[in-house]
């Protein structure tokens, strides 16, 4: 079962804009990842953000994490064309022997140029 | 450094078939976790290997299963493919024991049952 929901399911920008894709999740985490998938193919890391951080940054990629609100978002700014794929949000549960990551549905994102 | 690869590429299989997939893992990771990616949906996490061992397995049932080799190569075999079987398999290897951290991905296996 899917652990996330990721919200919008499917965003269309302009080249340029910034892009903001949010995650929520039902159980307590070890950490939130996030991975672009670029037509169906296999999956890239993107960034980690532990549970005990609220922010991150690589690049033209900023993280947030609410732990208390159970929910994280994604900040692509400055997009490009490249940057059309489908982006997951992966947690790792705190659960004791859980060694696994649960994904989102994912959210498709369109960069128009 | 070499990366995760996966074969084959695509596969096409008839119901009652069985199949097996290959990955190889990453140059110097230990753990081998497989997910299943179904049209539309994220990736589903089926099992996890490390050091030839499972080490966790998801909420599928026992015809999905797995080996480890000791250069940390995976198969996964599927028994009695059903048509909801068809989907994305990808293979995932990362370094580490008790925590799963950044997983590096294969271009994964398109399998298509009939």
């Known amino acids: 079962s899917q652990q996330g929901e990721e919200d919008p399911q499917a965003l269309s920008i302009q080249e340029g804009e910034n892009a903001t894709m949010n995650c929520s999740y039902k159980t307590s985490i070890n950490n939130l990842q996030w991975y672009r998938q670029n037509s169906g193919r296999g999956l890239v890391h993107l960034i980690l953000i532990r549970s005990n951080e609220r922010e991150k940054h690589s690049g033209r990629l900023r993280v947030t994490l609410d732990t208390s609100k159970k929910s994280s978002s994604l900040l692509i700014t400055a997009s490009r064309a490249a940057d059309t794929a489908s982006y997951f949000c992966?947690?790792?549960?705190?659960?004791?022997?859980?060694?696994?990551?649960?994904f989102g549905q994912g959210t498709r994102l369109t960069i128009n140029p | 450094e070499t990366g995760v690869t996966q074969s084959p590429t695509h596969l096409i299989k008839t119901r009652g078939q069985q199949v097996t997939l290959r990955c190889s893992s990453q140059s110097g990771h230990n753990t081998v976790s497989w997910y299943q990616q179904a049209l539309g949906q994220g990736p589903q996490f089926i099992f996890q290997?490390?050091?030839?061992?499972?080490?966790g397995r998801g909420n599928f049932p026992p015809r999905f299963s797995g080996l480890q080799f000791p250069n940390y190569s995976s198969e996964l075999n599927v028994n009695a493919l059903e048509l909801d079987d068809s989907a994305l398999y990808l293979c995932?290897?990362?370094?580490?024991?008790?925590?799963?951290?950044?997983?590096?991905f294969g271009p994964g296996t398109r399998l298509t049952v009939l």
């Open positions: 290997y490390y050091r030839e061992e499972e080490n």
């Open positions: 992966a947690t790792e549960p705190l659960l004791q022997g859980a060694q696994k990551l649960v």
């Open positions: 995932a290897s990362s370094s580490g024991t008790s925590r799963v951290g950044e997983q590096f």
